[in-house]
Protein backbone atom coordinates (compact mmCIF):
# COMPACT_ATOMS: atom_id res chain seq x y z
CA UNK A 1 0.00 0.00 0.00
CA UNK A 2 3.29 2.18 0.72
CA UNK A 3 4.38 1.70 -2.13
CA UNK A 4 1.20 2.41 -4.35
CA UNK A 5 1.49 5.40 -2.62
CA UNK A 6 4.98 6.48 -3.47
CA UNK A 7 4.15 6.17 -6.95
CA UNK A 8 1.50 8.35 -6.60
CA UNK A 9 2.75 11.03 -5.64
CA UNK A 10 6.21 10.78 -8.11
CA UNK A 11 3.38 10.77 -10.75
CA UNK A 12 2.10 13.97 -9.34
CA UNK A 13 5.25 15.48 -8.73
CA UNK A 14 6.16 14.94 -12.57
CA UNK A 15 3.16 16.46 -13.73
CA UNK A 16 3.96 19.15 -11.83
CA UNK A 17 7.09 19.87 -13.59
CA UNK A 18 6.09 19.16 -16.79
CA UNK A 19 3.41 21.63 -16.79
CA UNK A 20 5.99 24.21 -15.01
CA UNK A 21 8.75 23.31 -17.61
CA UNK A 22 5.94 23.85 -20.77
CA UNK A 23 4.82 27.12 -19.36
CA UNK A 24 8.22 28.75 -19.20
CA UNK A 25 8.86 27.48 -22.65
CA UNK A 26 5.76 29.20 -24.03
CA UNK A 27 6.33 32.62 -21.98
CA UNK A 28 9.57 32.84 -23.58
CA UNK A 29 8.54 32.02 -27.06
CA UNK A 30 5.98 34.86 -26.64
CA UNK A 31 8.66 37.44 -25.95
CA UNK A 32 11.04 36.22 -28.73
CA UNK A 33 8.31 36.87 -30.78
CA UNK A 34 6.40 39.83 -29.40
CA UNK A 35 6.31 42.80 -32.57
CA UNK A 36 9.49 45.52 -32.84
CA UNK A 37 7.04 48.12 -32.12
CA UNK A 38 7.83 47.77 -28.68
CA UNK A 39 11.46 48.57 -29.16
CA UNK A 40 12.37 52.38 -28.14
CA UNK A 41 13.52 53.18 -32.04
CA UNK A 42 10.11 52.35 -33.37
CA UNK A 43 8.55 53.86 -30.15
CA UNK A 44 10.38 56.92 -31.04
CA UNK A 45 9.39 56.71 -35.29
CA UNK A 46 5.86 56.86 -34.29
CA UNK A 47 6.01 59.57 -31.73
CA UNK A 48 7.94 61.84 -33.85
CA UNK A 49 4.35 62.43 -35.99
CA UNK A 50 4.20 65.65 -35.50
CA UNK A 51 2.28 68.93 -37.10
CA UNK A 52 4.50 72.27 -37.96
CA UNK A 53 3.95 75.63 -38.96
CA UNK A 54 6.15 77.78 -41.57
CA UNK A 55 7.42 81.01 -40.57
CA UNK A 56 6.11 84.02 -42.63
CA UNK A 57 5.82 87.80 -42.13
CA UNK A 58 3.07 89.18 -40.64
CA UNK A 59 1.00 92.71 -39.23
CA UNK A 60 1.69 92.44 -35.44
CA UNK A 61 0.00 95.82 -33.38
CA UNK A 62 1.26 96.21 -30.16
CA UNK A 63 -2.06 97.43 -28.09
CA UNK A 64 -2.97 96.69 -24.30
CA UNK A 65 -6.50 97.50 -22.88
CA UNK A 66 -6.81 99.14 -19.64
CA UNK A 67 -9.56 100.20 -17.39
CA UNK A 68 -9.96 103.96 -17.32
CA UNK A 69 -12.68 106.47 -15.71
CA UNK A 70 -13.85 109.61 -16.69
CA UNK A 71 -13.47 112.96 -14.88
CA UNK A 72 -15.14 116.49 -15.24
CA UNK A 73 -12.69 118.68 -16.59
CA UNK A 74 -13.10 121.31 -13.77
CA UNK A 75 -15.02 120.35 -11.25
CA UNK A 76 -15.28 122.10 -7.77
CA UNK A 77 -17.31 121.94 -4.53
CA UNK A 78 -19.62 124.98 -3.61
CA UNK A 79 -18.91 125.88 0.19
CA UNK A 80 -18.58 129.16 1.58
CA UNK A 81 -15.45 131.07 3.62
CA UNK A 82 -17.52 132.10 6.80
CA UNK A 83 -20.70 130.42 8.96
CA UNK A 84 -23.52 132.18 8.77
CA UNK A 85 -27.60 132.28 7.39
CA UNK A 86 -28.27 132.09 3.84
CA UNK A 87 -30.20 134.75 2.28
CA UNK A 88 -30.07 134.07 -0.99
CA UNK A 89 -29.75 131.59 -3.73
CA UNK A 90 -29.02 131.51 -7.30
CA UNK A 91 -27.88 127.68 -7.68
CA UNK A 92 -29.87 126.43 -10.72
CA UNK A 93 -29.80 122.83 -11.40
CA UNK A 94 -28.22 121.01 -14.30
CA UNK A 95 -28.28 124.60 -15.75
CA UNK A 96 -25.13 126.00 -17.27
CA UNK A 97 -24.49 129.41 -15.89
CA UNK A 98 -21.28 132.22 -16.50
CA UNK A 99 -17.79 132.35 -14.41
CA UNK A 100 -18.75 135.13 -11.86
CA UNK A 101 -21.49 134.60 -11.29
CA UNK A 102 -23.61 135.44 -7.44
CA UNK A 103 -24.61 132.27 -6.36
CA UNK A 104 -25.18 131.70 -2.70
CA UNK A 105 -25.51 135.09 -0.47
CA UNK A 106 -25.09 135.35 3.72
CA UNK A 107 -26.46 137.59 5.64
CA UNK A 108 -24.11 141.04 6.04
CA UNK A 109 -26.03 143.57 7.19
CA UNK A 110 -23.90 143.68 10.08
CA UNK A 111 -20.99 144.13 8.03
CA UNK A 112 -22.47 147.02 5.49
CA UNK A 113 -23.27 148.94 8.71
CA UNK A 114 -19.90 148.62 9.79
CA UNK A 115 -18.69 149.34 6.63
CA UNK A 116 -21.31 152.59 5.63
CA UNK A 117 -19.87 153.58 9.42
CA UNK A 118 -16.24 153.63 8.30
CA UNK A 119 -16.76 155.27 5.16
CA UNK A 120 -18.46 158.09 7.20
CA UNK A 121 -15.32 158.52 8.86
CA UNK A 122 -13.06 158.37 5.67
CA UNK A 123 -15.23 161.34 4.45
CA UNK A 124 -14.72 163.15 7.42
CA UNK A 125 -10.67 162.63 8.20
CA UNK A 126 -10.68 163.99 4.39
CA UNK A 127 -12.24 167.01 4.85
CA UNK A 128 -10.00 167.38 7.96
CA UNK A 129 -7.53 166.93 6.23
CA UNK A 130 -7.69 169.14 3.16
CA UNK A 131 -8.15 172.12 6.10
CA UNK A 132 -4.61 171.03 7.20
CA UNK A 133 -3.25 171.24 4.24
CA UNK A 134 -4.37 174.76 3.73
CA UNK A 135 -3.02 175.99 7.37
CA UNK A 136 0.20 174.00 6.92
CA UNK A 137 1.08 176.41 4.11
CA UNK A 138 0.32 179.30 6.31
CA UNK A 139 2.02 177.38 8.93
CA UNK A 140 -0.97 177.47 10.75
CA UNK A 141 -0.27 173.75 11.85
CA UNK A 142 2.64 171.72 12.46
CA UNK A 143 3.97 169.66 10.61
CA UNK A 144 3.70 166.78 12.61
CA UNK A 145 -0.02 167.35 13.41
CA UNK A 146 -0.77 167.15 9.68
CA UNK A 147 1.64 164.03 9.17
CA UNK A 148 -1.14 162.07 11.89
CA UNK A 149 -3.77 163.17 10.05
CA UNK A 150 -2.61 161.55 7.06
CA UNK A 151 -2.04 158.27 8.96
CA UNK A 152 -5.50 158.17 10.21
CA UNK A 153 -6.71 158.83 6.87
CA UNK A 154 -4.81 156.10 5.50
CA UNK A 155 -5.80 153.52 8.28
CA UNK A 156 -9.52 154.40 8.22
CA UNK A 157 -8.99 153.54 4.28
CA UNK A 158 -7.11 150.03 5.46
CA UNK A 159 -10.05 149.25 7.54
CA UNK A 160 -12.65 150.24 4.47
CA UNK A 161 -10.61 147.16 2.50
CA UNK A 162 -10.76 144.90 5.02
CA UNK A 163 -14.61 145.30 5.98
CA UNK A 164 -15.27 144.95 2.03
CA UNK A 165 -13.08 141.39 1.81
CA UNK A 166 -14.93 140.45 4.82
CA UNK A 167 -18.41 141.35 2.97
CA UNK A 168 -17.39 139.72 -0.16
CA UNK A 169 -16.36 136.60 1.64
CA UNK A 170 -20.19 135.98 2.19
CA UNK A 171 -20.68 135.54 -1.06
CA UNK A 172 -19.99 132.50 -2.84
CA UNK A 173 -19.25 132.91 -6.83
CA UNK A 174 -18.96 130.72 -9.88
CA UNK A 175 -15.54 130.18 -9.91
CA UNK A 176 -15.54 128.75 -14.04
CA UNK A 177 -18.10 128.38 -16.62
CA UNK A 178 -19.91 125.39 -15.83
CA UNK A 179 -23.10 123.19 -14.61
CA UNK A 180 -24.23 123.21 -11.31
CA UNK A 181 -25.16 119.90 -9.76
CA UNK A 182 -28.06 119.25 -7.04
CA UNK A 183 -28.02 121.97 -4.63
CA UNK A 184 -28.06 120.87 -0.98
CA UNK A 185 -29.01 124.25 1.14
CA UNK A 186 -32.49 126.42 1.02
CA UNK A 187 -32.38 129.94 2.06
CA UNK A 188 -32.64 129.91 5.76
CA UNK A 189 -29.85 127.66 6.28
CA UNK A 190 -27.42 128.31 9.03
CA UNK A 191 -24.02 126.79 7.11
CA UNK A 192 -20.48 126.54 8.09
CA UNK A 193 -17.47 126.55 5.92
CA UNK A 194 -17.78 122.51 5.56
CA UNK A 195 -21.42 122.65 4.25
CA UNK A 196 -21.59 121.51 0.85
CA UNK A 197 -23.86 123.83 -0.80
CA UNK A 198 -23.68 122.56 -4.57
CA UNK A 199 -20.88 121.51 -7.19
CA UNK A 200 -19.96 123.11 -10.20
CA UNK A 201 -18.64 120.91 -13.37
CA UNK A 202 -16.94 122.58 -16.73
CA UNK A 203 -18.74 120.94 -19.40
CA UNK A 204 -16.84 121.50 -23.09
CA UNK A 205 -14.54 118.79 -22.35
CA UNK A 206 -13.92 116.08 -19.63
CA UNK A 207 -10.37 114.01 -18.56
CA UNK A 208 -9.81 110.47 -18.88
CA UNK A 209 -7.55 108.61 -16.10
CA UNK A 210 -6.07 105.28 -16.52
CA UNK A 211 -2.94 103.59 -15.20
CA UNK A 212 -0.87 101.47 -17.52
CA UNK A 213 1.81 98.22 -16.16
CA UNK A 214 5.72 99.86 -15.38
CA UNK A 215 6.92 97.82 -18.82
CA UNK A 216 4.85 100.01 -21.13
CA UNK A 217 5.76 103.93 -19.26
CA UNK A 218 8.29 104.68 -22.03
CA UNK A 219 5.81 104.16 -24.18
CA UNK A 220 2.91 106.50 -23.29
CA UNK A 221 3.97 110.34 -24.23
CA UNK A 222 1.97 113.59 -24.36
CA UNK A 223 -0.54 113.71 -27.85
CA UNK A 224 -0.68 110.62 -28.39
CA UNK A 225 -4.07 109.20 -29.45
CA UNK A 226 -6.04 106.41 -27.60
CA UNK A 227 -9.75 104.70 -28.27
CA UNK A 228 -12.04 103.84 -25.38
CA UNK A 229 -15.33 102.71 -24.96
CA UNK A 230 -18.06 102.77 -22.77
CA UNK A 231 -20.16 99.98 -21.03
CA UNK A 232 -23.42 101.24 -21.67
CA UNK A 233 -22.33 102.49 -25.62
CA UNK A 234 -20.18 100.15 -28.24
CA UNK A 235 -19.70 103.37 -29.94
CA UNK A 236 -15.51 104.34 -29.98
CA UNK A 237 -14.65 107.65 -28.48
CA UNK A 238 -10.66 109.31 -28.68
CA UNK A 239 -8.74 111.13 -26.48
CA UNK A 240 -5.79 112.62 -26.38
CA UNK A 241 -3.10 112.05 -23.62
CA UNK A 242 -2.41 115.64 -21.78
CA UNK A 243 0.35 114.35 -18.98
CA UNK A 244 1.42 111.14 -16.54
CA UNK A 245 2.29 111.46 -12.80
CA UNK A 246 6.19 110.98 -13.85
CA UNK A 247 6.25 108.29 -11.30
CA UNK A 248 5.61 104.69 -11.09
CA UNK A 249 3.15 103.86 -7.94
CA UNK A 250 5.27 101.71 -5.73
CA UNK A 251 2.75 99.67 -5.01
CA UNK A 252 0.98 98.77 -7.85
CA UNK A 253 3.70 99.08 -9.96
CA UNK A 254 1.71 101.46 -12.49
CA UNK A 255 2.21 104.76 -14.00
CA UNK A 256 -0.89 106.71 -13.84
CA UNK A 257 -1.81 109.08 -17.14
CA UNK A 258 -4.65 111.50 -17.88
CA UNK A 259 -6.03 112.22 -21.48
CA UNK A 260 -8.47 114.56 -22.68
CA UNK A 261 -11.91 114.18 -24.04
CA UNK A 262 -12.74 116.78 -26.62
CA UNK A 263 -15.79 114.99 -28.04
CA UNK A 264 -18.45 115.55 -25.42
CA UNK A 265 -21.30 112.95 -25.69
CA UNK A 266 -24.22 112.86 -23.82
CA UNK A 267 -23.67 109.38 -22.98
CA UNK A 268 -20.03 110.13 -21.57
CA UNK A 269 -20.72 111.22 -17.88
CA UNK A 270 -17.83 112.18 -15.28
CA UNK A 271 -17.94 109.20 -13.08
CA UNK A 272 -18.36 106.30 -15.78
CA UNK A 273 -16.05 103.36 -16.41
CA UNK A 274 -14.18 103.21 -19.54
CA UNK A 275 -12.39 100.62 -21.45
CA UNK A 276 -9.37 102.11 -23.17
CA UNK A 277 -7.08 100.39 -25.82
CA UNK A 278 -3.84 101.95 -26.61
CA UNK A 279 -1.69 101.42 -29.77
CA UNK A 280 1.86 101.50 -28.77
CA UNK A 281 3.49 100.30 -31.82
CA UNK A 282 2.96 98.54 -35.17
CA UNK A 283 5.13 95.86 -37.14
CA UNK A 284 5.15 95.30 -40.68
CA UNK A 285 7.20 92.00 -41.11
CA UNK A 286 6.66 90.57 -37.66
CA UNK A 287 7.26 86.97 -37.18
CA UNK A 288 4.80 84.94 -35.01
CA UNK A 289 4.59 81.79 -33.77
CA UNK A 290 1.97 79.65 -32.04
CA UNK A 291 2.05 80.03 -28.19
CA UNK A 292 2.75 76.25 -27.64
CA UNK A 293 5.74 75.64 -29.71
CA UNK A 294 7.45 77.64 -27.21
CA UNK A 295 9.69 75.73 -24.70
CA UNK A 296 10.60 77.46 -21.66
CA UNK A 297 13.55 76.54 -19.27
CA UNK A 298 14.72 78.53 -16.37
CA UNK A 299 16.64 80.78 -18.37
CA UNK A 300 16.06 80.86 -21.62
CA UNK A 301 13.21 79.79 -24.64
CA UNK A 302 13.56 77.23 -27.35
CA UNK A 303 11.79 76.41 -30.46
CA UNK A 304 11.86 73.19 -32.51
CA UNK A 305 13.04 73.75 -36.14
CA UNK A 306 12.21 71.39 -38.81
CA UNK A 307 16.04 70.75 -41.08
CA UNK A 308 16.18 67.73 -43.84
CA UNK A 309 13.60 66.07 -42.13
CA UNK A 310 15.29 66.21 -38.44
CA UNK A 311 14.17 67.98 -35.29
CA UNK A 312 16.64 70.95 -34.33
CA UNK A 313 16.35 72.79 -30.80
CA UNK A 314 17.11 76.39 -31.62
CA UNK A 315 17.07 79.17 -28.50
CA UNK A 316 15.10 82.22 -29.45
CA UNK A 317 13.99 85.79 -27.92
CA UNK A 318 10.47 86.48 -27.81
CA UNK A 319 8.55 89.65 -27.87
CA UNK A 320 4.89 90.80 -27.56
CA UNK A 321 2.62 87.86 -26.50
CA UNK A 322 -1.07 87.14 -27.81
CA UNK A 323 -3.49 84.96 -26.57
CA UNK A 324 -2.49 82.36 -29.51
CA UNK A 325 0.48 83.53 -30.45
CA UNK A 326 3.87 85.18 -30.02
CA UNK A 327 6.06 87.25 -31.24
CA UNK A 328 10.07 85.82 -32.22
CA UNK A 329 12.74 88.70 -32.17
CA UNK A 330 15.64 86.66 -32.51
CA UNK A 331 16.68 83.11 -33.22
CA UNK A 332 14.64 82.22 -36.29
CA UNK A 333 13.62 83.33 -40.38
CA UNK A 334 10.92 84.07 -42.69
CA UNK A 335 10.55 80.07 -43.89
CA UNK A 336 11.81 78.28 -41.12
CA UNK A 337 9.56 75.23 -40.53
CA UNK A 338 8.32 74.95 -36.38
CA UNK A 339 7.65 71.93 -34.83
CA UNK A 340 4.01 73.06 -33.23
CA UNK A 341 3.00 69.46 -31.38
CA UNK A 342 4.67 66.61 -30.04
CA UNK A 343 7.69 68.57 -28.91
CA UNK A 344 8.08 66.90 -25.42
CA UNK A 345 8.77 63.60 -27.21
CA UNK A 346 11.60 64.95 -29.49
CA UNK A 347 15.07 65.04 -28.90
CA UNK A 348 18.18 66.47 -30.62
CA UNK A 349 18.20 65.00 -34.21
CA UNK A 350 14.76 62.73 -34.09
CA UNK A 351 13.37 61.72 -37.41
CA UNK A 352 10.47 63.65 -38.65
CA UNK A 353 7.12 62.42 -39.44
CA UNK A 354 4.80 65.31 -40.60
CA UNK A 355 0.63 65.05 -40.17
CA UNK A 356 0.08 68.72 -41.25
CA UNK A 357 2.05 71.77 -41.88
CA UNK A 358 0.63 75.00 -42.08
CA UNK A 359 1.63 77.81 -44.56
CA UNK A 360 -1.09 80.64 -43.74
CA UNK A 361 0.19 83.69 -41.89
CA UNK A 362 -0.88 84.47 -38.17
Known sequence: MNRKSN????????????????????SKGKDNQSPKSNTPEVKQKQQAKVDAFVVKPSLLIDEISVSGSLLAYEE?????????RIVFINLPEGKQIKKGTLLVKLFDDDLQAGLNKLQIQLAIQEKIYERQAELLKVTGISQNDFDQTGLALNSLRADIEVQKVLIRKTEVLAPFDGVIGLRSISVGA???????????????????????PEKYSTEIQPGMKIIFTMSNDEKPYEATVMATEQGIDVSTRNLKVRAVVDNKSEHLLPGAFTDVNLKLSEKQNALLIPTQAIIPSAKIKSVILAKNGKAHFTVVRTGVRRASNIEITDGIQPGDTIITTGILFLREGSKLSFSTIKNDSI
Open 190 to 212: EVTPSTLLATIRSEDKLKLDFSV
Open 76 to 84: VELKNEVPG
Open 7 to 26: WLYMSIALVVIIFLVFYLLK
